[in-house]
């Protein structure tokens, strides 16, 4: 975290309970703390994914251990699917994402269409 403190201090932070706390204290720079994942910080952040105010999102999860709010998790990662948002789930992942020189310039992420999907809805409620 803290080498890639010069790079995240240009971006508007956002991050769940504890990890909030933690980033906040580490590269002293100011987070947007949501609730706690399990709380519905999960789901915060989905909302704003979907607005488009998150352009990436790291997620780091033990996939040896069992998570107490697994659909949370896995409806944040399908929302980040949704709206072609960035995920990156391991360290691995995160340093490839964070070094990329997109992440240093203006990046115009492909909105998916679903305007024939809304429209669909649309014939739904008639």
Known sequence: MRFNRDLLVQHDLFATGTTGVMLEATLSIPVTKLQSGPLGGDQQIGARIAEGQ??????????LEPLPHDPDVKALLRIAVVWNVP???NRASADFMISSP???TPYERILPDYQTYRDRLKGLES
Request: aromatic content about 24%; some cysteine.
């Open 54 to 63: 998150i352009d990436f999102v790291i997620f780091f999860w033990d996939p």
């Open 87 to 89: 995920v990156a789930c």
């Open 102 to 104: 997109l992440m240093a």
